[in-house]
């Protein structure tokens, strides 16, 4: 599988992104989907995870009730519905795959996910 992730910019405070990963490969509809960002000096962390079906979805504390995670697999690809976007939310997100069908253990682990998207910057300016 290969992502490749898209739709970063700059935005004001409070302003909306949408972030999508596209991916090419047979079994990315097989497959969880995770979000993760990564702020300058600090380590990559968990946003959200969505399952092959997208039925299932799992997100951070920080930004549950404000970012929205789903999916087409018609057209091999996820979203990231990201709304009231706040200065703490500027970070690199990278997407990744996790050759399963259903979140369960450690989604919410690196070390889940085998194949990532190269990343794309969001900054919120105050």
């Known amino acids: 599988v290969q992502l490749q992730a898209s739709g970063g910019g700059l935005v004001q405070a409070g302003g909306s992104l949408r972030l999508s990963c596209a991916a090419s490969?047979?079994?990315?509809?097989?497959?969880?989907i995770g979000w993760f960002r990564q702020a300058p000096g600090k380590e990559r962390a968990f946003v959200t995870a969505?399952?092959?079906?997208?039925?299932?979805?799992a997100y951070a504390d920080s930004v549950k009730g404000r970012f929205t995670v789903s999916r087409d697999n018609a057209k091999n690809t996820v979203y990231l519905q990201m709304n009231s976007l706040k200065p703490e939310d500027t970070a690199v997100y990278y997407c990744?795959?996790?050759?399963?069908?259903?979140?369960?253990?450690?989604?919410?682990?690196?070390?889940?996910?085998?194949?990532w998207g190269q990343g794309t910057q969001v900054t919120v300016s105050s």
């Open positions: 969505i399952s092959s079906s997208g039925g299932g979805t």
């Open positions: 490969g047979r079994t990315f509809s097989r497959s969880v």
């Open positions: 990744a795959a996790d050759m399963v069908p259903f979140l369960s253990g450690n989604y919410y682990s690196r070390s889940r996910y085998e194949y």
